[in-house]
């Protein structure tokens, strides 16, 4: 809900405040502050509404989801770049359903932005690889499909790779 740099500036008076409490030798009210503080600094690199975004997407609620990140006004200047990244990654799994094209755009900049997580790398790449074998380019759909091979470190995206594995073959 608040820019980035100013949830950094609320930590910050937080911060500067429970500190005083320490000072004046009012030692919970300090601790309870300075948790208090910790809420704001981890929104600053979990933007609350991608949060609540992949919640919904969770429940397969998709326009719920749409919901959520149309609230993000301008995701360039209120995101850090990963989260920039994530929400891209959302937008691409909601168009994979509607538009390929549009799906394919947010997939590459979210790759391109960045995710944190091993497993959204690859199943980003995974969705990818199935647009390309969509449309007939099986070179890069080989490729896109090693890379998240690779990345699938827990085995939680085997099923899907072999299945895609096979379907080239038919190509």
């Known amino acids: 809900m608040f820019n980035k740099n100013i949830k950094l500036i609320i930590a910050g008076l ?3 405040y429970g500190i005083y409490q320490f000072i004046e030798g009012y030692i919970g009210n300090g601790i309870a502050l300075i948790l208090l503080s910790t809420v ?3 929104l600053y690199f979990r933007n609350e509404l991608i949060l609540m ?8 609620d998709m326009e719920g989801t749409q919901k959520w990140l149309s609230k993000i006004k301008n995701p360039e200047s209120a995101l850090i770049k990963k989260q920039q990244g994530y929400y891209n990654y959302l937008h691409g799994i909601i168009f994979s359903q509607k538009n390929l094209t549009q799906a394919e755009k947010y997939f590459k900049k979210a790759l391109k932005l960045g995710l944190t997580m ?4 690859a199943m980003a790449k995974l969705s990818l690889a199935g647009i390309s074998m969509q449309k007939r380019r099986k070179r ?3 490729q896109l499909l090693q890379e998240a091979k ?3 470190k827990n085995n939680m995206l085997t099923d899907q790779i072999k299945m895609m594995q096979q379907q080239m073959k038919k190509i």
């Open 118 to 121: 091993d497993y959204d790398l």
């Open 150 to 152: 690779k990345l699938d």
């Open 53 to 60: 975004a992949f919640l919904r997407m969770r429940k397969q």
């Open 40 to 42: 704001f600094i981890f």
């Open 14 to 16: 937080i911060i500067s």
């Open 140 to 142: 890069e759909a080989t």
